[in-house]
Nanobody
Framework: EVKVVESGGGSVQPGGSLRLSCEAS????????MYWVRQAPGKGLEWVST???????YYASSVKGRFTSSRDNAKNTLRLQMNSLKPEDTAVYYC???????????????????WGQGTQVTVSS
């Protein structure tokens, strides 16, 4: 079964850090462009980052300079290092292979539901 499982979320204070992981099954992430998206309470799905199969990464302006996406192809795992977290980063975070379209490198939008259950990130003092 093709699937992804997100993990690594938690509760942190503003300014803190977390590292999310997304373990993929039954497909090699090395061949795909992968995405992180998030859903804040009461809001729709929001694109966070793109991790290209060519090694390039792109970020939403709201997280640029604070979040870093990377991949471990040997472990078939995508990661998101999140630093300098803010309360507005509070959301459920998902990784996606399909269902994200990009108008350009700096703007993407989610067109279908994530496969996984996501991982909750809460930033609060």
């Amino acid at each position: 079964e093709v699937k992804v499982v997100e993990s690594g979320g938690g509760s942190v204070q503003p300014g803190g850090s977390l590292r999310l992981s997304c373990e993929a099954s039954e497909f090699p992430i090395s061949k795909y462009w992968m995405y992180w998206v998030r859903q804040a309470p009461g809001k729709g799905l929001e694109w966070v980052s793109t991790d290209g199969a060519d090694g390039r990464t792109y970020y939403a302006s709201s997280v640029k300079g604070r979040f870093t996406s990377s991949r471990d192809n040997a472990k078939n795992t995508l990661r998101l290092q999140m630093n300098s977290l803010k309360p507005e980063d509070t959301a459920v975070y998902y990784c996606m292979r399909d269902g994200v379209d990009c108008a350009n490198a700096d703007y993407c939008y989610v067109t279908s539901d994530p496969w996984g259950q996501g991982t909750q990130v809460t930033v609060s003092s």
